[in-house]
């Protein structure tokens, strides 16, 4: 957990968390400014490939890392956007311990820091954004998510980049919570934020979204709604 003081990670530094738990949560500012050939790691304690010694637990290859072995990383509300960065991290094996529709690898709550040369490895989804987030991530890798690489609220607004990649996942899309609004919002259109197979991503709805009376959902021309299941995607008493 980091207290609203900075927390510093230096280059190389790997980070080896238990079954079930471990992860961070930043409510200050969190630097873990990695390397190109220096990667700050952040894995599941059954991660052979990285560490010295790798094998952390000296079971040697009797237990294997996946997905969903520990928690999560977390910006939250508090946290000091201007200097918090992850620059060359690979985050893996992650997302356990959140009970809702959006277990993640990294999780921005109303908060804005800058993510880029990353890589997003084995978790269920690969970033969430919740509250008013707007984090900008760019040249960020997700690859074999179960689900979509990014899961967010339509009151968010996260920066991405046209330079990520996304590969072997189980959406080409961007995935939308269920929720019920607190204000005004707008589903945009972000042409280019997609792969080679879905050159721009559809949402895909995981629930349903409530649009309480006096509020206002506004949806964006060409943006693409592909619900994930059959359901009703969205309860109108406001205006849409």
């Not at 999780?107 to 084995?122: D, E, G, L, V």
């Not at 309480?212 to 205006?239: D, K, W, Y």
């Amino acid at each position: 957990m980091v207290s609203p003081a900075k927390r510093t990670i230096d280059p190389g530094l790997v980070i080896q968390n238990p079954l079930g738990s471990g992860g961070l949560q930043s409510d200050g500012a969190l630097v873990a400014n990695g390397k190109p050939d220096s990667l700050i790691v952040f894995t599941s304690l059954y991660d052979d490939q990285y560490g010295l010694p790798a094998d952390t637990n000296g079971d040697g290859a009797t237990t294997t890392p996946a997905t969903g072995n520990w928690t999560y990383i977390r910006f939250t509300a508090t946290t000091n956007d201007a200097i918090s960065k992850m620059n060359w991290c690979r985050v893996s094996y992650c997302g356990a311990q959140i009970y809702d529709a959006g277990p993640c690898a990294v999780w921005f709550t109303s908060a804005a820091p800058t993510i880029r040369n990353c890589s997003i490895f084995k978790s269920y989804y690969g970033m969430r954004f919740d509250g008013d987030a707007s984090a900008n991530v760019d040249t960020t890798t997700f690859d074999n998510l179960v689900y979509a690489p990014i899961i967010m609220s339509v009151l968010s607004d996260p920066q991405i980049g046209l330079t990520n990649t996304y590969s072997t996942n189980g959406y080409n899309a961007l995935a939308l919570l269920n929720e019920t609004l607190s204000q005004n919002a707008t589903i945009k259109y972000r042409p280019g934020v997609g792969n080679a197979a879905s050159p721009t991503f559809c949402y895909l709805p995981v629930g349903q979204i409530n649009v309480p009376a006096g509020v206002s959902l506004s949806i964006q021309p060409q943006v693409v709604i592909t619900p994930s299941r059959p359901f009703t995607v969205f309860h109108v008493a406001g205006s849409l």
